[in-house]
């Protein structure tokens, strides 16, 4: 088991925003969160890196309890996300991006770098070259010295899947990756997720607004609602569970 | 038992100045999150505003010369806002926060080389006699001045409270510190609520400068090191709280008093700073101040 | 953050030439104009052209490059606000002043030159030390603080390092720090001038420097992303803190005369003028900003004084306004964050 949640629980003064939120997610499998706007799916995700410290409840990435390690310790534990509203390092090069993400393995210390040592020459040039041939499995290394924030927005968010694999994580988490795309940026996304989905030895967890890119990628997904997860199973069935239409409902926009 | 009473009062007049000041630095931030570094300066301005006209319309009653010093720094206050940050209020933080700086250290060299680096004093307009009933009843020997700056700066902040709580101007300038995006969308001119801010806070200081200069002395460089204190006492209250500014503002004043009484005057700022630290490591948002949550 | 006109001078643009001008080559032609100028001005030869005056500015350049390219790292490159710079070089001048003076032994009871050199290395190497564990404590204590309450608790320490000197009699209290040993001259502040802005700029470019971009960048994201942000804004301040300590130790070696109050909140100012003149996040720009600070300063007490003797102190009022310039026109800086090609990294494969 990649990662095992048991009975997350989370509120904001009154307010339950994520209430016994349970997952089992197998090494290489890729499950979905899907639910209206403020049913608590990026909570999920904020409890599971550690921004927020849950009520309750039980974190295990692998055999490891993970629950209320600071966020940098869980992201060294082998979990990497991306944002909702994307979080690059704008103003550093697209290729600073991915060497930065590269940070744990430097392989010199302070005073290696302060004198250039042999050492640091040797493992810089080795990060230098990890890092392009890691852009250049996504397409962006004609990119590689462009401002991160000067990107198109399709390329930022995959600059930004990028940057968090280069970390070389166990479970990767993305948080409405389709967010803001049009018809043939989903198609091309929907694409990096099930080629990552294949080249990488991970499991990803996918938080989306879109049905379309749970429907295609997705082996099991989650409704959470106010907080509670109303349905879960494999995604055609989901979608026909008549709690799950009166929680779209109540929305603007009914599900696809 | 009567020097502790004079301490009292000692407390009390040191709390009322910074609370003057400190005032000016909490609204500004509670509005549009800018700690204003030149604001101490502002109080020294108005010190010497207070100054002048003492000593070049020595004719006016302080009852009217007071309100005009308070006038005057006000138009000063709103100038430096005008010319200096409004400008900037969209740029990168740290740019107005650094033009505040330069405004500062302008403002100080300004007055030294127009007026003299020298200390002064602003002859006395406020009796000085002792407060015939204290010192009857209590054994304390307190002046009428003392008393009277405690109590009309008392006076000013509840003048303040009620703008701010009672009346249409307050109200819009709570609503901007709530929400500064939203409140131009609802018709409030946010310009007018800014400029009314810093003519308040500037007010305010000058207040404080006139009594402080009527306490104890005034010279160029004291924004620097009052102005400071003040902002002590506005963060260790919790920065844009009104009532937390001049809690705290008495909070620091007692503080320092009993330091110079019973340990070392040589030791109040450092004691002073000291406390804002390990205040700021229990209570990193002031004690009167509101913890945001982190947006992720 | 506003849009800087191009990336950050950590990644050179892959069909560029490679620089001429090289680090080692700046340090040779440093060394090669330093030496013969000390040595001439100390011998009194052409006076009227190798003014001591003239080389007693670019002492005090030098040293002021040192404490701005410092503080840089950590409000231009960590994207914090610290303001307490002037602490730390506190912190350095008196622990150089102590161990000059009181520790170490005369230079006269040692052989010439080497004597100096060697006082000079333990002074300062001891000034670092101090000045560095100052920072870390600092850093330690400030672990959880960002932004404004980052600001206010540096100038916080800033005041209390200050205060704390002045209480301590041993030192000269208030009075200030006397008869301390002319060990620096010019070629040593130039020296450690080069060896400053070489550890920055190996630092900055390594992995070290990327993380702590990328803490001002998105400190979320640095933190999702692995980064332990206590652990790397703890190392930021401790070698910001030693660098401005090393402009301590040399200053009161220079100065011969320091006082608690030559270290306040002033002197922090003045850095920050002088690192906002040049550009943030640029150590190309942290040595310009401080030559032309001090050649405009000079110039207007040059040019105001031919007016009248006293409309020299007048120039004070110029440096302000040039920093509220400055930030209301062009917040860049003069430099904005390019490099000169000599701090730059060397082309990557």
Redesign the interface.
């Known amino acids: 088991m990649a990662l095992r949640i048991t009975e997350l629980t989370k509120s ?1 003064g009154g307010l339950t925003a994520v209430a016994k939120f349970n997952l089992a997610l197998g090494e290489r499998d890729l499950q979905g969160i899907i639910g209206p706007n403020g049913a608590g799916k ?1 909570t999920v995700f ?1 409890l599971i890196t550690g ?2 410290t849950p009520d309750s409840g039980q974190v295990l990435l692998g055999e490891q309890d993970t629950t209320r390690l600071p966020s940098d310790a869980i992201a060294r534990a082998g979990i990497a996300r991306t ?1 909702q509203n994307i979080r690059l390092f704008a103003q550093m090069s697209v290729l600073d991006n991915i060497t930065m993400a590269l940070h744990a393995h430097a392989g010199y210390g302070l005073l290696d770098a302060t004198f250039r040592t042999a050492t640091f020459r040797r493992e810089e040039a080795r990060l230098l070259t990890e890092s392009r041939d890691h852009l250049a499995r996504f397409g962006l290394l004609d990119r590689q010295h462009e401002q991160a924030g000067s990107l198109p927005y399709g390329e930022q968010r995959r600059l930004e899947i990028a940057r968090a694999l280069a970390t070389g994580p166990k479970v990767l988490l993305l948080d409405e990756p389709a967010a803001g795309m049009n018809p043939r940026e989903v198609e091309e996304l929907i694409q990096l997720i099930r080629q990552v989905h294949q080249d990488f030895p991970l499991a990803i967890l996918l938080i989306e607004h879109q049905l379309p890119v749970v429907m295609e990628l997705c082996r099991e997904v989650q409704v959470l609602d106010f907080g509670q997860t109303i349905a879960s199973g494999g995604p055609r069935d989901v979608v026909r569970n008549p709690l799950v239409i009166e929680a779209y409902l109540g929305e603007e926009e009914a599900p696809a | 038992m009567d020097t502790i009473i004079q301490q009292l009062f000692n407390a009390a007049q040191l709390g009322a100045v910074y609370a003057l000041i400190a005032l000016g630095y909490s609204m500004v931030y509670g509005i549009i ?1 800018l ?1 204003n570094f030149a604001h101490g300066d502002i109080f020294m301005v108005g010190g010497f505003v207070g100054l002048l006209l003492t000593t070049r319309l020595g004719w006016l009653p302080f009852y009217l010369l007071m309100p005009l010093a308070m006038i005057l720094t006000a138009l000063a206050g709103v100038a430096v806002e005008r010319v ?1 940050y409004r ?2 209020r969209n ?2 933080r ?6 505040t ?6 403002l100080e ?2 007055v ?2 127009t007026v003299g680096p020298e200390t002064r004093q602003i002859p006395a307009r406020l009796p000085s006699a002792p407060v015939h009933w204290l010192q009857q009843n209590l054994g304390a020997f307190v002046t009428w001045d003392k008393l009277l700056i405690i109590l009309i700066s008392l006076a000013l902040m509840a003048i303040l409270w009620l703008v701010v709580n009672r009346t249409l101007i307050g109200t819009a300038m709570r609503a901007v510190a709530d929400n500064k995006d939203v409140v131009p969308l609802m018709g409030v001119n946010l310009n007018l609520i800014i400029t009314v801010t810093f003519a308040i806070g500037s007010a305010l200081a000058a207040a404080g400068g006139i009594f402080y200069g009527q306490a104890y002395s005034i010279d160029p460089y004291m924004g ?1 090191d009052l102005g ?1 204190k003040a ?2 006492a506005a ?1 260790i209250g919790g920065i844009g709280s009104i009532e937390g500014a001049v809690l705290g503002s008495f909070l620091l004043a007692g503080v320092e008093v009993i330091t110079v009484a019973y340990l ?1 005057s ?2 109040k ?2 004691i002073a ?2 406390l ?2 390990l205040l ?2 229990v209570w ?1 948002w002031g004690i009167m101040g509101k913890p945001t ?2 947006k ?1 | ?2 849009s800087p006109s191009q990336p950050l001078p950590t990644a050179p643009p892959a069909d560029s030439k490679p620089p001429r001008v090289r680090f080692w080559m700046v340090c040779v032609a440093v060394l090669v104009l330093a030496i013969p100028l000390q040595l001439l001005v100390d011998a009194g030869l052409y006076s009227d052209v190798l003014n001591p005056y003239y080389l007693h500015l670019l002492t005090v350049i030098g040293m002021n490059i040192i404490l701005v390219a410092s503080l840089n790292l950590l ?1 231009g490159y960590l994207g914090e ?1 610290a303001l307490g710079h002037a602490g730390f070089m506190a912190v350095g001048a008196y622990t150089a002043a102590l161990l000059a003076t009181k520790v170490l032994p005369g230079a006269a009871a040692m052989p010439p030159v080497i004597g100096t050199v060697l006082i000079l290395l333990v002074s300062l190497g001891g000034a670092m030390i101090a000045s560095a564990g100052v920072g870390y404590l600092i850093g330690l ?1 400030t672990f ?2 960002v932004g ?2 980052l ?3 540096t ?3 800033n ?2 390092i200050v ?2 000197i ?2 301590i009699e041993f030192v000269g209290g ?1 009075r200030g720090f006397t008869g301390i040993p002319k060990n620096t001259n010019f070629v040593a502040v130039a020296l450690c001038v080069l060896l400053t802005i070489g550890v920055l700029r190996n630092l900055i470019q390594s992995t070290f420097g990327r993380v702590w971009l990328s803490i001002r960048e998105n400190a ?1 994201a640095a933190e999702l992303m692995g980064v332990s942000i206590p652990k790397a804004k703890n190392w930021a301040f401790t070698i910001a803190a030693a660098f401005a300590g090393l402009a301590g130790g040399l200053w009161a070696q220079n100065q011969q005369f320091i006082t608690p109050r030559s270290f306040d ?2 002197k922090t ?1 003045e850095i ?2 002088m690192l ?1 003149l040049g550009g943030m996040a640029s150590l190309s720009g942290s040595i310009l900003g401080v030559v032309a600070y001090t050649v405009l300063m000079e110039l207007l007490r040059n040019l105001l004084s031919t007016f009248a003797p006293q409309l020299a ?2 120039r ?2 110029i ?3 040039i ?2 310039i400055i ?2 026109t062009r ?1 860049t800086g003069l430099l904005g964050n390019r490099e000169w090609s000599w701090l730059r990294p060397k082309q990557g494969a």
């Open positions: 904001f990026t904020n921004v927020y944002f | 999150r700690i200096a400008r900037l740029a990168q740290m740019s107005v926060v650094i033009t700086l330069g405004v500062g250290i302008f060299n300004f030294r080389l620097i400071w902002f002590i963060v070392s040589n030791l700022n450092g700073f000291g804002l630290i700021l490591l990193p949550l982190k992720v | 953050m506003s409000n606000f204590v959880k603080t404004d309450y600001a206010i608790i100038l916080g320490f005041m209390i205060n704390a002045q209480n208030p979320i909140y002033s100012t920050l003028v906002y102190e007048w004070m009022l440096s302000p306004l920093l509220i930030m209301l917040q």
